[in-house]
C-alpha cells in the first residue's frame, strides 16, 4: 500500500496519539501494529533473545519525517533518534526539495565484499594465481553453502586477490570474494561463504588461513540521491535565495578542504542515516563504518555530499555513500516495530530502502548548511534542546512546555535557570497533591 502524501502542513503541531493515527491510516497499519507504536514493540521476554545478560529495555522517540519525496514515490520516514531539530530539520529540507520535484535516487546490485587472509605464503604471485585457477571451484563452495540467496537471485560474482609483501605480520594474501546477498543486509551470509571457501584457498596457495570475514566498506553497494531547488525556494527572513545558495556553497567549500569541517558536516549526514537505520533494525555501526572510511578512500577524508549551482541560479546536490541495509533477516524481522517501521516506509528490497537512505542524508545535509548560511544551527536547535532542559531540571506534563519556552524566551538554555523558573512556577501553582 503506498502512501497518498507524505506532505501534511502544521503536522508537528498534533499530539502524539494524532500523529500515530494519520500514520496509521496512510499506510494501512492494523490495530495491533499501530499498538506497538505506542508500547515500543518489545517485551523483555523478546529482548531477552536478541542480545545476552538483559536486564531490561531502553526506549527512544520514533519520530516520522513528513514531505518526502523520492524518485516520485511519497514517502514517510520513520527514525529513533533523540537529538533535538534532526526530524524537524529533515521534514523541512524535504519541503523545500519539493520545490524541485524531490530526490531522485539509485543504487548499486546489493554485492558485498568478504575476505579471506592468509599467511605464511612462500610465494604470493604463485599463490594468487592458484587462487584465480580455482574461481569456478570457489563459485561452487560458495553458493553451496547459501542456497536460499542463490534460489533468490543472488550468490558468487567474482574474486580479487590482493598481495601484501610487506606488513607488520609478515607478507600476505587477501582474496576478496563478491557476494550478491539481495534483499538481506549480508553479514552472516558473507560470512558463511567466507568460511566455506577458505579451505579451497588454503589448499590453493599453501598458507594459514587466519581472518574469514566481510568487510564493512561496501563500495560495491553504493546508493545516491540528487536534487535540485530553485533559489527562490530557499529564502528565508532577511535572506533572499541566491545568498543562501551561495551561503551553501561556502560551507561546502570548507568542508572539501578541512577535515576538521569534513567531520561535522558527514556526522549530520548520519544523523537522518543512522535514525531509520535503528528505526528499521539495521545496523548503524556498520553503515558509520562504511560512510567514514568511503570518505577517507582517496586519503583525504572529505564530505559525502557535493552542492553547486546550476545555470539558471537553483542549487543542486548529490550524495553517494555505501549503505549495506537490509529488509530480510536478522533485527528486521525479529523486532516487532522494525517490521512495522519498514511498513510504515514501504519498501519492497533492500535496494529501495538504500535510496531512501541516501535521500534522508542528503536532506539532512541540506538541513544543516541553509540552518548555518542563514540564522545559524543554534536558534532552532537550542529551542527544541529546551524542553530536554525543561525535564532535566524536574519539569513534568505542562511545565515542560512553560519552562521551555521562558527559556527560550530568555535567550537563556541553561539547566541552573530551568530549575529557578520551575521553581517559581511550582509556588505560584503547587503540583496536585502537594
Not at 527514525?79 to 529540507?93: D, I, K, N, T, Y
Not at 533559489?231 to 535572506?239: H, K, T, V, Y
Not at 541540506?366 to 532535566?392: F, K, N, S
Request: glycine residues 10%; negative net charge; proline residues 5%.
Amino acid at each position: 500500500m503506498g502512501v497518498q502524501t507524505s506532505r501534511y502542513p502544521g503536522f508537528y503541531r498534533l499530539s502524539p496519539a494524532e500523529r500515530a493515527r494519520w500514520v496509521a491510516e496512510q499506510v494501512g497499519l492494523s490495530p495491533e501494529e499501530a499498538s506497538l507504536l505506542e508500547s515500543g514493540g518489545l517485551t523483555v521476554a523478546e529482548a531477552d533473545h536478541l542480545v545476552e545478560n538483559v536486564i531490561g529495555r531502553f526506549a527512544l522517540p520514533l519520530a516520522v519525517a513528513v514531505n518526502f519525496q523520492v524518485s516520485g514515490r511519497e514517502v514517510l520516514v520513520p527514525m529513533v533518534v533523540e537529538e533535538p531539530s534532526v526530524v524537524a530539520g529533515l521534514s523541512h529540507a524535504a519541503r523545500l526539495a519539493r520545490a524541485g520535484g524531490g530526490f531522485r535516487a539509485g543504487s548499486e546490485e546489493p554485492v558485498m565484499r568478504g575476505q579471506i587472509q592468509v599467511v605464511d605464503v612462500a610465494d604470493l604471485e604463485a599463490a594468487a594465481q592458484a587462487v584465480r585457477a580455482r574461481e569456478e571451484a570457489i563459485r561452487a563452495a560458495a553458493e553451496a553453502a547459501t542456497p536460499s540467496i542463490v534460489a533468490r537471485g543472488g550468490g558468487f560474482r567474482g574474486l580479487e586477490v590482493r598481495r601484501f609483501p610487506e606488513t607488520p605480520a609478515g607478507p600476505m594474501l587477501v582474496v576478496d570474494l563478491f557476494y550478491d546477498v539481495r534483499d538481506a543486509m549480508g553479514a552472516n551470509a558473507v560470512n558463511t561463504v567466507c568460511e566455506a571457501v577458505a579451505p579451497l584457498v588454503a589448499e590453493a596457495t599453501g598458507g594459514r588461513v587466519v581472518l574469514r570475514i566481510l568487510s564493512n566498506l561496501a563500495d560495491r553497494r553504493r546508493a545516491w540521491a540528487e536534487v535540485r531547488i530553485p533559489a527562490e525556494a530557499l529564502a528565508a527572513p532577511g535572506f533572499p535565495g541566491e545568498r543562501v545558495v551561495q551561503g551553501i556553497l561556502e560551507a561546502q567549500a570548507l568542508a572539501e578542504v578541512d577535515p576538521y569541517r569534513a567531520a561535522t558536516h558527514n556526522k549530520g549526514i548520519m544523523n537522518g542515516i543512522d535514525a531509520v537505520a535503528i528505526a528499521t533494525g539495521n545496523d548503524w555501526r556498520a553503515l558509520e563504518a562504511a560512510a567514514h572510511a568511503y570518505a577517507a578512500r582517496e586519503g583525504r577524508y572529505r564530505p559525502l555530499t557535493r552542492w553547486w549551482r546550476e545555470a539558471d541560479g537553483a542549487l543542486g546536490g548529490r550524495i553517494e555513500l555505501p549503505l549495506a541495509v537490509g529488509v530480510v533477516g536478522g533485527t528486521t524481522q525479529a523486532h516487532p516495530l522494525a517490521r512495522v517501521a519498514l511498513k510504515i516506509l514501504g519498501v519492497a528490497s533492500a535496494r529501495e530502502l538504500a535510496e531512501i537512505m541516501a535521500a534522508v542524508g542528503l536532506a539532512q545535509n541540506l538541513a544543516a548548511l541553509r540552518a548555518l548560511a542563514t540564522e545559524g544551527i543554534q536558534r532552532g536547535h537550542m529551542a527544541l534542546h529546551a524542553r530536554q532542559i525543561a525535564m532535566a531540571a524536574g519539569a513534568v506534563g505542562p511545565e515542560v512546555e512553560a519552562v521551555a519556552e521562558r527559556l527560550v524566551a530568555e535567550g537563556n538554555i541553561r539547566l541552573a535557570r530551568a530549575q529557578e523558573i520551575l521553581q517559581a512556577l511550582r509556588a505560584d501553582h503547587p503540583p496536585e497533591g502537594a
